[in-house]
């Protein structure tokens, strides 16, 4: 019989499987559960993008396109960046189209990163960028952020987490889990801290679309000095309800982006031939589609803060994404016995708050990505559990403390 255990590479039987995956397993296996959990928008692909992936199959466009993608989609990527968010890349050498914004993660981490680097990783966040650090031979330094400062990093902690061994920093922002932004003002604090040193940032903007308020998103590497340190990670799955479809793609410069590619070369070759004509057409045409499902998602946001808050569960103002991040501390419990009782005795599934780091914990990732009568039913459901929670705590003489500092809303 094969030993696997003695063969199979240690660094990849030693990662923990996706605290998200984990307890969806366990979600599925329960009828009539409404759930709260996933990432994905309730939106279909809006018709005009699809058309253009049909037609692209009916012309008989199904063979590889260029390793970085087909020229006129880096075109039209690039002219969409300049426009929305003022950033200038050649689409001949600045950008490469990827596998999801997760391949382009997962390329960019992989450029840089040697044994013993060390990876500043602000949490809580997007559960695969610890486990690609690992998996490349680097060190995860996490980088908490507080609920008191909207999860936003601040230039204080940045510099209290840098070594001489510091590579690189993972910006994600808007945020996944907590909906937290970082505007010009806050970017520009951080911006201060890394032109001292010789550390590359990865900026996941995969949000970039879902920012609320008067303010449209800020990258970083549009702050001075900021450009030539920084990768700017982006797709489609999000802003334009196309997760299926599995496109992103990466822009920053070319000597970065030239060996990212070439790993991309190696690793998948080009991204899905149909993907990249119907996401000729999201970039060209589809802005107004996507301001419609970004102020349906406000909508959503609102109710479900408001929802939160009434009930209990101290949940600041999200300003990205499509995640709330309440506390749930008042319940005296930890966030996956939370999301477990939840779960079975009122059948709603959210996503346990340490799935995205330790500091996490004592929080739970609720997304609103779904229709307004769903999250309504699913409201009513939470309430009630943390109504029958309360009285369980007051019978068995438990204090019940309304909030906690760490989970206090900023005024």
């Given at each position: 019989?094969?030993?696997?255990?003695?063969?199979?590479?240690?660094?990849?039987?030693?990662?923990?499987?996706?605290?998200?995956?984990?307890?969806?397993?366990?979600?599925?296996?329960?009828?009539?559960?409404?759930?709260?959990?996933?990432?994905?928008?309730?939106?279909?692909?809006?018709?005009?993008?699809?058309?253009?992936?049909?037609?692209?199959?009916?012309?008989?466009?199904?063979?590889?396109?260029?390793?970085?993608?087909?020229?006129?989609?880096?075109?039209?990527?690039?002219?969409?960046?300049?426009?929305?968010?003022?950033?200038?890349?050649?689409?001949?050498?600045?950008?490469?189209?990827?596998?999801?914004?997760?391949?382009?993660?997962?390329?960019?981490?992989?450029?840089?990163?040697?044994?013993?680097?060390?990876?500043?990783?602000?949490?809580?966040?997007?559960?695969?960028?610890?486990?690609?650090?690992?998996?490349?031979?680097?060190?995860?330094?996490?980088?908490?952020?507080?609920?008191?400062?909207?999860?936003?990093?601040?230039?204080?902690?940045?510099?209290?987490?840098?070594?001489?061994?510091?590579?690189?920093?993972?910006?994600?922002?808007?945020?996944?889990?907590?909906?937290?932004?970082?505007?010009?003002?806050?970017?520009?604090?951080?911006?201060?801290?890394?032109?001292?040193?010789?550390?590359?940032?990865?900026?996941?903007?995969?949000?970039?679309?879902?920012?609320?308020?008067?303010?449209?998103?800020?990258?970083?590497?549009?702050?001075?000095?900021?450009?030539?340190?920084?990768?700017?990670?982006?797709?489609?799955?999000?802003?334009?309800?196309?997760?299926?479809?599995?496109?992103?793609?990466?822009?920053?410069?070319?000597?970065?982006?030239?060996?990212?590619?070439?790993?991309?070369?190696?690793?998948?070759?080009?991204?899905?031939?149909?993907?990249?004509y119907a996401a000729i057409c999201a970039v060209r045409d589809c802005d107004q589609a996507i301001?419609?499902?970004?102020?349906e998602y406000n909508t959503r946001r609102r109710f479900v803060v408001d929802s939160l808050n009434?009930?209990?569960?101290?949940?600041?103002?999200?300003?990205?994404?499509?995640?709330?991040?309440?506390?749930?501390?008042?319940?005296?419990?930890?966030?996956?016995?939370?999301?477990?009782?939840?779960?079975?005795?009122?059948?709603?599934?959210?996503?346990?708050?340490?799935?995205?780091?330790?500091?996490?914990?004592?929080?739970?990732?609720?997304?609103?990505?779904?229709?307004?009568?769903?999250?309504?039913?699913?409201?009513?459901?939470?309430?009630?559990?943390?109504?029958?929670?309360?009285?369980?705590?007051?019978?068995?003489?438990?204090?019940?403390?309304?909030?906690?500092?760490?989970?206090?809303?900023?005024?």
């Amino acid at each position: 019989m094969m030993d696997y255990n003695s063969l199979l590479a240690k660094k990849i039987t030693e990662l923990k499987p996706s605290g998200i995956r984990r307890f969806f397993d366990i979600a599925n296996e329960v009828e009539g559960v409404i759930s709260l959990g996933v990432g994905e928008p309730d939106f279909k692909t809006p018709w005009v993008i699809r058309r253009e992936g049909i037609r692209s199959l009916e012309k008989g466009k199904t063979w590889y396109s260029a390793n970085a993608g087909l020229m006129e989609l880096r075109s039209e990527i690039a002219s969409y960046l300049k426009r929305r968010f003022n950033l200038s890349y050649h689409p001949k050498e600045e950008i490469f189209v990827s596998v999801g914004g997760s391949e382009a993660i997962d390329m960019c981490i992989r450029s840089f990163v040697e044994p013993g680097d060390e990876v500043l990783v602000v949490e809580p966040s997007f559960v695969a960028y610890a486990p690609i650090v690992t998996m490349a031979g680097g060190v995860v330094v996490p980088i908490p952020t507080k609920a008191e400062n909207h999860f936003r990093l601040t230039a204080q902690e940045l510099r209290e987490h840098i070594t001489e061994k510091t590579k690189m920093l993972v910006l994600p922002f808007p945020n996944n889990p907590t909906g937290g932004v970082m505007r010009r003002e806050h970017l520009e604090e951080i911006a201060e801290v890394l032109r001292e040193t010789n550390i590359i940032v990865l900026s996941d903007e995969i949000y970039a679309e879902l920012t609320y308020g008067r303010e449209r998103h800020v990258s970083i590497a549009e702050i001075d000095g900021m450009w030539e340190r920084t990768v700017v990670i982006n797709g489609f799955s999000k802003a334009y309800a196309m997760t299926g479809w599995r496109l992103g793609y990466a822009a920053g410069p070319a000597p970065i982006i030239s060996q990212m590619l070439k790993l991309h070369q190696y690793a998948i070759m080009c991204a899905p031939t149909t993907s990249q004509y119907a996401a000729i057409c999201a970039v060209r045409d589809c802005d107004q589609a996507i301001e419609e499902m970004a102020e349906e998602y406000n909508t959503r946001r609102r109710f479900v803060v408001d929802s939160l808050n009434k009930m209990g569960l101290t949940c600041f103002n999200p300003e990205g994404a499509f995640y709330c991040f309440p506390c749930i501390r008042s319940t005296g419990l930890d966030s996956e016995s939370f999301c477990e009782q939840l779960l079975k005795e009122q059948k709603v599934a959210v996503v346990p708050g340490n799935a995205f780091g330790e500091s996490g914990e004592g929080f739970v990732r609720v997304s609103y990505c779904y229709s307004i009568d769903h999250l309504v039913e699913a409201m009513n459901r939470i309430s009630q559990f943390v109504q029958q929670r309360a009285e369980q705590m007051k019978n068995e003489g438990v204090a019940h403390e309304a909030s906690d500092r760490t989970c206090a809303r900023k005024a």
